[in-house]
């Protein structure tokens, strides 16, 4: 029976990062992933494939649309849909192979293909290719990510009603597409088929979309994707569907309770994932699941199995990529004698449609409900001169301050590349910084971090261009 210092059971951005991790620490490691390519669900069917499907479509938007106010006159133009999803075919390769490069060059022995089981106390069951063994571990990282959330009364089928990972590789543009939730993977699928001809309508059961945003800055994603042609129906809530020949008929109930009917070729179903906890052997050390299908750790990210740790999308927080990998390497740290740590405050949560929309920390309203005095500072990127030379300036940064120590509270972004700008704001409040801080700390002109630095200026109603 082979012993490792660390066995990781599931290869996506906390797994494989939390491997790594260890292995340059010194621990002798092992990782267990049940698809043949290592990388998980981000990079295989979700966030990595759905980026290079937004990139491509919104080249093709701006070439059909931007361009003219540019000076620049193009002629018909066309999708080839074929090579766009074999450009984020090997995408995903090329990205999943070098995972692979990196667990070698840091000595991880990788059990790919292969299912892996608590069995007992430092003990874990691998079978792989029909064959069973035994290894033998001083800690398990359970790492194995999450599953989309099934609908009882609108199943998968994988044809007419899907999941994001069918939304990625539709054959062609379906004339009509339902959207059922007006989160994140929603929003973007359906920005990536709205831009390449498709009519989208979002069912939403709540009465906003993108409801853990600054209602602001979302209420502007919304405009925005209005404009490309999205329709919102807030407030629906869907209970059933049946196929026929016209299509996909979604019944619904509108905000006033009337019920309505929506045909579509196909529904995508994006209303939330759930972490992926089967087969994992978690009975076998007595680890129970919350009412959530979470898994409780303490400050270490150990369960209630001395020994065994989780992190990611199996426990509480946020189901983000970033998330999961700072916690990889935070108990890869720990398990070293290190003192590794994440701070659930400064996590930023991006949405990729256009323009993005970005945040960290509280919102206004969430602060105020915690006591907070505040104070806000917002500036918009129709003031600022590099936005205007990229015709982007829609959008805008908010940031909430605390009134009496003005300490950064949240910042919230919604414009031209917000996921990029909201680092800088990530950073500051890492390092619980002041919105004067900011406010004081030179930005290159022209660049479209000037407006993080006016917003700042803002709090105190001292910007200098609006």
Not at 272 to 285: A, F, I, S, V
Not at 327 to 356: F, Q
Not at 391 to 409: C, F, M, N, Q, Y
Not at 440 to 446: E, F, I, K, Q
């Given at each position: 029976?082979?012993?490792?210092?660390?066995?990781?059971?599931?290869?996506?951005?906390?797994?494989?990062?939390?491997?790594?991790?260890?292995?340059?620490?010194?621990?002798?490691?092992?990782?267990?992933?049940?698809?043949?390519?290592?990388?998980?669900?981000?990079?295989?069917?979700?966030?990595?494939?759905?980026?290079?499907?937004?990139?491509?479509?919104?080249?093709?938007?701006?070439?059909?649309?931007?361009?003219?106010?540019?000076?620049?006159?193009?002629?018909?133009?066309?999708?080839?849909?074929?090579?766009?999803?074999?450009?984020?075919?090997?995408?995903?390769?090329?990205?999943?192979?070098?995972?692979?490069?990196?667990?070698?060059?840091?000595?991880?022995?990788?059990?790919?293909?292969?299912?892996?089981?608590?069995?007992?106390?430092?003990?874990?069951?691998?079978?792989?290719?029909?064959?069973?063994?035994?290894?033998?571990?001083?800690?398990?990282?359970?790492?194995?990510?999450?599953?989309?959330?099934?609908?009882?009364?609108?199943?998968?089928?994988?044809?007419?009603?899907?999941?994001?990972?069918?939304?990625?590789?539709?054959?062609?543009?379906?004339?009509?597409?339902?959207?059922?939730?007006?989160?994140?993977?929603?929003?973007?699928?359906?920005?990536?088929?709205?831009?390449?001809?498709?009519?989208?309508?979002?069912?939403?059961?709540?009465?906003?979309?993108?409801?853990?945003?600054?209602?602001?800055?979302?209420?502007?994603?919304?405009?925005?994707?209005?404009?490309?042609?999205?329709d919102f129906q807030l407030g629906a809530k869907v209970t059933g569907a049946e196929s026929g020949?016209?299509?996909?008929?979604?019944?619904?109930?509108?905000?006033?309770?009337?019920?309505?009917?929506?045909?579509?070729?196909?529904?995508?179903?994006?209303?939330?994932?759930?972490?992926?906890?089967?087969?994992?052997?978690?009975?076998?050390?007595?680890?129970?699941?919350?009412?959530?299908?979470?898994?409780?750790?303490?400050?270490?990210?150990?369960?209630?199995?001395?020994?065994?740790?989780?992190?990611?999308?199996?426990?509480?927080?946020?189901?983000?990529?970033?998330?999961?990998?700072?916690?990889?390497?935070?108990?890869?740290?720990?398990?070293?004698?290190?003192?590794?740590?994440?701070?659930?405050?400064?996590?930023?949560?991006?949405?990729?449609?256009?323009?993005?929309?970005a945040q960290v920390g509280l919102t206004e309203d969430a602060a105020k409900e915690q006591g907070?005095?505040?104070?806000?500072?917002?500036?918009?990127?129709?003031?600022?001169?590099?936005?205007?030379?990229?015709?982007?300036?829609?959008?805008?940064?908010?940031?909430?301050?605390?009134?009496?120590?003005?300490?950064?509270?949240?910042?919230?972004?919604?414009?031209?590349?917000?996921?990029?700008?909201?680092?800088?704001?990530?950073?500051?409040?890492?390092?619980?910084?002041?919105?004067?801080?900011?406010?004081?700390?030179?930005?290159?002109?022209?660049?479209?971090?000037?407006?993080?630095?006016?917003?700042?200026?803002?709090?105190?109603?001292?910007?200098?261009?609006?």
């Open positions: 029976m082979e012993s490792f210092d660390l066995i990781v059971i599931g290869a996506g951005p906390g797994g494989y990062v939390a491997a790594i991790r260890a292995g340059q620490l010194g621990l002798k490691t092992a990782i267990i992933e049940k698809r043949k390519a290592l990388g998980g669900t981000c990079l295989n069917i979700g966030c990595i494939p759905s980026k290079a499907l937004l990139e491509s479509s919104h080249h093709f938007h701006q070439t059909k649309h931007g361009l003219a106010a540019h000076g620049i006159t193009v002629g018909e133009i066309s999708m080839d849909i074929t090579e766009m999803l074999r450009r984020k075919d090997k995408i995903v390769t090329d990205l999943t192979a070098g995972i692979g490069l990196l667990m070698k060059k840091n000595k991880v022995a990788v059990y790919s293909g292969a299912t892996g089981r608590l069995s007992g106390p430092g003990t874990v069951s691998v079978e792989q290719d029909g064959k069973k063994l035994e290894l033998q571990t001083k800690a398990v990282v359970l790492a194995t990510g999450s599953d989309a959330v099934e609908l009882p009364f609108l199943p998968f089928d994988g044809k007419q009603v899907v999941s994001s990972t069918e939304a990625l590789a539709f054959e062609s543009v379906p004339e009509r597409l339902a959207v059922v939730g007006a989160g994140a993977v929603g929003l973007e699928l359906g920005s990536v088929w709205a831009r390449l001809g498709a009519k989208v309508t979002v069912l939403e059961m709540m009465d906003a979309i993108l409801p853990f945003a600054d209602r602001q800055t979302a209420q502007i994603v919304q405009r925005s994707l209005k404009t490309l042609g999205f020949p016209e299509g996909l008929t979604l019944a619904f109930t509108d905000k006033k309770g009337k019920e309505q009917q929506l045909v579509c070729d196909k529904a995508l179903v994006a209303v939330g994932r759930k972490p992926y906890t089967d087969g994992l052997g978690l009975e076998t050390l007595d680890i129970r699941p919350e009412a959530n299908g979470k898994i409780s750790v303490n400050e270490r990210f150990e369960t209630s199995a001395p020994g065994v740790y989780a992190i990611g999308d199996l426990i509480d927080g946020p189901m983000l990529a970033h998330k999961a990998e700072d916690e990889g390497i935070a108990v890869a740290e720990i398990l070293s004698g290190l003192p590794g740590h994440v701070d659930p405050e400064t996590i930023p949560n991006v949405v990729y449609t256009w323009p993005e929309l907070h005095p505040v104070k806000v500072g917002k500036y918009f990127y129709k003031s600022n001169g590099r936005a205007k030379s990229m015709e982007e300036s829609e959008g805008l940064v908010k940031i909430v301050a605390h009134a009496e120590s003005d300490r950064i509270l949240g910042v919230h972004i919604v414009g031209a590349h917000a996921s990029e700008l909201i680092a800088e704001a990530v950073v500051a409040m890492e390092y619980r910084a002041s919105s004067e801080d900011l406010a004081r700390t030179a930005h290159a002109h022209p660049t479209l971090s000037e407006i993080v630095r006016e917003a700042a200026m803002a709090v105190d109603k001292r910007a200098i261009h609006g």
